[in-house]
């Protein structure tokens, strides 16, 4: 079966960095498309970035732009989120995602905390 495992969150001051993974298993990893989303307390879940199949094409939402960098690595299965500058408003909850054949996939999300 399709399963995301995330890891590499945590605690990290203001203007720090982490490298959030995903390794994914039970498809063909390579053919799809891998998205990294957010949900902060009290808000909605929010696309962070997405990365094409062939990870030549990458979208970035604004917040995050010019910091975070995804990228993918198709022969270990495994996307990643590096993240730069980090702010406060960037704590949430980070979950991997895709979608086979309409159907969308989570992983169970890692925790990010901002703070000093």
């Known amino acids: 079966q399709v399963q995301l495992v995330e890891s590499g969150g945590g605690l990290v001051q203001p203007g720090g960095s982490l490298r959030l993974s995903c390794a994914a298993s039970g498809f063909t990893f390579s053919n799809y498309a891998m998205s990294w989303f957010r949900q902060a307390p009290g808000k909605e879940r929010e696309l962070v970035a997405n990365?094409?199949?062939?990870?030549?094409?990458?979208n970035y939402a604004d917040s995050v732009k010019g910091r975070f960098t995804i990228s993918r690595d198709n022969a270990k299965n495994t996307v990643y989120l590096q993240m730069s500058r980090l702010k406060p408003e960037d704590t949430a909850v980070y979950y991997c995602?895709?979608?086979?054949?309409?159907?969308?996939?989570w992983g169970q999300g890692t925790q990010v905390t901002v703070s000093s």
């Open positions: 995602n895709t979608n086979l054949r309409l159907v969308g996939y």
């Open positions: 990365i094409s199949a062939t990870g030549i094409k990458r």
